[in-house]
């Protein structure tokens, strides 16, 4: 399978632990993107990558949450000190940087993560 | 923002084409107009876009209208399967999609 992949699919863990998750994007694509989904609503961008570099990060990316994407790889997703608001879907997209304003987002299956 | 306005929920019969709308009316001149659905549990799923013209693609058609401010993705013959939540996206600004709370289309045999 050639798509985006996340692990794990799901993540149990009490309020304060700490957590990271795992994005493998789509092998060429140079561009990564992590977005947040609660429950019952659309998916919220949080920040995302240029090769290794990070362009953008939201408001919602509070200072307990730290992304990285080393050698423009893979992407890793930190949550420190988790809280009960945390509980979400947190998906992983990725696309090929192009030359128009397309850019077509590929998203992976995600990580549920769920704060007790 | 570009902000895009669509209904809750839908229902479409088993066979029949579901039509789901959606405004746009500050898109700018250069803005996509993306849809993706959601199936339960499952990350979003790219079904077409458009600029301008309308499009068809396997999965559906686009239809958009000549002033840009509405669309309505056609599935032309929908099944069970095509139960989930439809979103409507304007891209804003090129790296961020907008998702909004997206459309829950109801298949029912």
């Known amino acids: 399978d050639t798509g985006v992949s996340q692990d794990p699919r799901h993540k149990i863990t009490k309020r304060g632990q700490n957590v990271t998750f795992r994005c493998d994007p789509i092998s060429e694509h140079n561009r990564l993107y992590w977005y947040r989904q609660t429950l019952g609503q659309g998916p919220e961008f949080l920040t995302y990558f240029q090769n290794e570099a990070q362009l953008e990060k939201s408001r919602l990316l509070s200072d307990r949450f730290s992304a990285e994407r080393p050698k423009g790889s893979f992407s890793t997703l930190e949550i420190q000190r988790t809280e009960q608001g945390d509980s979400a879907m947190y998906l992983c997209a990725s696309s090929l940087l192009g030359t128009s304003a397309y850019n077509e987002q590929f998203f992976g299956p995600g990580t549920r993560l769920t704060v007790l | 923002d570009a902000k895009t306005t669509q209904p809750p929920s839908m229902d479409c019969a088993e066979g029949r084409a579901a039509n789901l709308p959606c405004n746009h009316s500050t898109i700018s001149g250069n803005e996509y107009v993306y849809w993706y659905r959601q199936i339960h549990s499952q990350g979003p799923q790219y079904i077409i876009h458009?600029?301008?013209n309308n499009e068809t693609n396997e999965m559906a058609s686009l239809i958009i209208t000549e002033d840009r401010k509405s669309s309505t993705l056609i599935l032309p013959h929908a099944t069970l399967r095509d139960t989930a939540v439809y979103y409507c996206i304007v891209k804003v600004e090129i790296n961020k999609f907008y998702f909004g709370s997206g459309t829950k289309l109801n298949v029912k045999p």
């Open positions: 458009g600029l301008k």
